[in-house]
């Protein structure tokens, strides 16, 4: 387990004396990779608050340049950034607010040639790309490399956010076996809605990482921000499912899976 400096223990303090977390779990956080994809107001934000909490390495994966109308959302950015690309302003603002973590950047999108080479870089994956190709790319990937992967989307006023853990919960691919037809700029949206799930998808990566707290495993969870409605939805995993169908586990104990899905650290 790695040590945390004087700085650490005073920086993360607060969060420290939390019941249930304390020290270890904050040398988990410090030791553990999370691989970001699509930061964007979505991803930007988690990659923002996983920062702060004090994640050791971050590897931000977008390509693609700010453009004007991302304003209202990515808040990372600046508005002299406009027409440049939005990853390294993501690094460099993120190392601006928390120097002790380790970010990297890489100005490419999720594909068949890197994902590969990302996933296996990272002990956990936020998708929050724009796109269901590169989620796609990254839930088949994570399943390979039995890496868990934080699922979270929306559309307009309402999104979705669950947590894929190879062989023990439904993978993207079971839960939507048919991709909708999307555009990505044909929809509104509301900075305080991305924000708010990208604030609830850094919290899921911190349970995976800490163990401190229970993920949503096998549960979706949905939310109807114009009404403020939220519910869990039972998911359950397709046998035949064509990315996850052959990859299984079992494991006895809440406890037994909690030590999985930190024993990377």
């Not at 700010?66 to 690309?85: A, T, Y």
């Not at 296996?120 to 989620?135: G, M, Q």
């Not at 992967?149 to 190879?166: H, N």
Request: charged share 20%.
């Amino acid at each position: 387990m790695v040590n945390l400096s004087p700085t650490e223990l005073e920086r993360y303090r607060r969060q420290i004396m939390l019941p249930g977390f304390g020290k270890e779990a904050q040398q988990r956080l410090k030791s553990a990779t999370v691989l970001v994809t699509g930061v964007g107001g979505l991803g930007g934000t988690a990659a923002l608050y996983l920062a702060v909490a004090g994640v050791g390495r971050l590897i931000l994966v977008r390509g693609g340049e700010l453009r004007l109308d991302d304003m209202n959302r990515q808040i990372l950015m600046s508005d002299d950034w406009v027409g440049k690309p939005r990853v390294f302003k993501a690094k460099e603002r993120l190392a601006d607010i928390n120097p002790d973590v380790e970010v990297e950047a890489i100005f490419d999108y999720v594909t068949p040639d890197n994902v590969d080479f990302l996933v296996k870089s990272a002990d956990v994956a936020l998708d929050c790309a724009h796109n269901f190709t590169e989620r796609d790319l990254l839930n088949a990937a994570c399943v390979r490399w039995r890496k868990p992967m934080v699922e979270a989307a929306m559309d307009g006023m309402e999104a979705y956010l669950t947590t894929i853990i190879p062989g023990v919960t439904p993978c993207l691919s079971c839960l939507f076996p048919e991709k909708p037809e999307w555009d990505r700029r044909g929809f509104g949206v509301l900075g305080a809605v991305s924000g708010t799930l990208a604030c609830l998808t850094a919290l899921e990566a911190i349970k995976v990482i800490t163990g401190c707290s229970q993920p949503l495993l096998s549960q979706l969870l949905t939310m109807d921000l114009h009404q403020m409605n939220f519910a869990k939805r039972r998911s359950y995993r397709d046998r035949n499912c064509p990315v996850c169908g052959t990859h299984s586990h079992q494991y006895s104990t809440p406890q037994q899976l909690s030590r999985v899905l930190v024993n990377s650290q």
